[in-house]
């Protein structure tokens, strides 16, 4: 019992934090074990203080990049570490209508799971294989993972073997990462073993008003 409150007394506690004090929590995070106790607590709130306190700007454009290169509305999209839905939310406005969602929060998929809008929700840890077959998806998303003491940039590989050939990854990379996380690298192996080709990359702000600190990136499945 005494473990059930000290929860609720967490869950709690992040309600009353300001938006701008948990995004830097969340960019002080040092392992993938910090971020799921982190999102564990967040999940009931994330999207206000994403959205109505931060003016999260990156789910909206990346649904926008992904509508430009996927004309087929009924292609299958896997939306990876969907949270609580954001980017799937702006997907449906441009018409999507396939999506599956992954994310390693229990609590996230379970605030996803009340909008109504993936066809199947998957409990998975990026930085472990997937128990995903081969080329299972049209497209994948993935927006805001690529961060501070997140999912490394072996995950690339994973992701792009459940691509059909041909097909699209658009993603976020936190551009302070980019090269010292070793992305940058790791994107040119999957070029050199004609795996993948970066098809686009730009630099953009993940907020509203804030410096453009986002590699968004096309990353195409050979």
């Known amino acids: 019992m005494h473990g059930s409150e000290d929860e609720t007394k967490k869950a709690v506690s992040l309600e009353d934090e300001s938006s701008a004090a948990l995004l830097e929590r969340a960019y002080g995070l040092d392992t993938p074990g910090e ?4 999102y564990r607590d967040w999940a009931s709130t994330y999207d206000d203080h994403l959205e109505k306190g931060l003016r999260y700007l990156a ?18 999209i896997l939306d990876i570490g969907c949270g609580t839905g954001l980017v799937a939310d702006y997907l449906s406005g441009h018409g999507f209508m396939a999506m599956d969602g992954l994310d390693f929060s229990p609590e996230m998929l379970s ?22 077959a081969d080329e299972a998806y049209d497209a994948a ?29 658009v993603c976020t990379i936190h ?36 410096p453009a600190d986002g590699k968004f990136c096309i990353l195409r499945r050979r």
């Open 35 to 38: 971020a799921r106790e982190l």
């Open 111 to 132: 605030v996803a799971a009340k909008k109504s809008i993936y066809c199947t929700l998957i409990e998975a840890d990026l930085e472990k294989p997937l128990d995903i």
């Open 141 to 169: 998303i993935c927006c805001g993972t690529f961060t501070h003491g997140h999912v490394g940039p072996r995950a690339l590989w994973e992701i792009c073997r459940i691509l059909k050939s041909g097909t699209p990854f």
């Open 175 to 210: 551009g302070h990462l980019w090269h010292d996380a070793g992305f940058a690298d790791e994107i040119a192996k999957l070029e050199a073993q004609d795996m993948a080709v970066l098809e686009q990359v730009s630099d953009e702000p993940y907020f509203d008003g804030a």
């Open 59 to 76: 789910p909206h454009r990346l649904a926008r990049i992904l509508a430009g290169v996927v004309p087929d509305p009924s292609a299958l």
